[in-house]
């Protein structure tokens, strides 16, 4: 006899039973693995998030101080004919109402420049941009301190037509204030810019610039 002997009924169960325990051992592992796995991506993804968040939290555009704006009643959308006449607007300078169809380039115009009419800027107010009305009176320090503000969604024009130094203008809102000093007030036209850009029923990307 050489010693070795066929495995009895008994010895197969057992060790098919053995097998069982351990593809079920490694079911269990492959399952913690894997659950483990998902754990650490939610963790991860949770965390990315709550830092977005907190990133979003920390340069958001909050406006500081009053809001010193006038709410006007919208006078609507309607194109009219260049140079044809309309009814009065509602607010000085006007902000909403009839307009031409082709809008103002933005950006700053001097004393000395061609001024687009109110009734092209109405337009880009209707794009959400922002209006900067000055008179020519203001001291020239005051105007070079609004240059500051040019950007592609605000347009800064001399204005004799006001009835006060500045008049910050969005659709269908207005803030009109006089000099202190001679100083403007720049924090409350920033202010203006952020609460107010983007909020015409036009959203649109930056109009054409009058330096472009």
């Known amino acids: 006899m050489n010693g070795l002997h066929e495995p009895t009924e008994y010895e197969l169960r057992r060790q098919k039973k053995e097998e069982q325990r351990e593809a079920q051992r490694k079911k269990l592992r492959s399952h913690k693995v894997k659950y483990w796995i998902v754990a650490a991506l939610l963790i991860v993804g949770v965390a990315g998030l709550a830092a977005l968040g907190l990133w979003f939290i920390a340069h958001r555009v909050v406006p500081e101080g009053p809001d010193d704006s006038v709410s006007y009643p919208i006078q609507g959308t309607e194109h009219i004919a260049e140079g044809s006449s309309h009814p009065p607007y509602n607010s000085n300078p006007p902000s909403s109402g009839w307009h031409y169809?082709?809008?103002?380039?933005?950006?700053?115009y001097d004393?000395?420049?061609?001024?687009p009419t109110d009734e092209q800027i109405i337009h880009d107010l209707e794009h959400g941009d922002i209006w900067i009305a000055y008179h020519t009176r203001i001291p020239e320090a005051a105007r070079g301190d609004l240059k500051q503000f040019d950007s592609g969604k605000v347009i800064i024009t001399p204005r004799e037509a006001n009835d006060t130094d500045i008049a910050l203008v969005a659709w269908g809102r207005v803030d009109a204030f006089n000099l202190e000093g001679g100083v403007l007030d720049t924090q409350r036209i920033e202010n203006f810019i952020k609460r107010?850009?983007?909020?015409g029923p036009e959203r649109v990307g930056n109009d054409p610039h009058k330096d472009d």
């Open 111 to 115: 004393v000395s420049e061609k001024q």
């Open 196 to 199: 107010y850009t983007n909020r």
């Open 101 to 108: 169809a082709n809008p103002a380039l933005v950006g700053f």
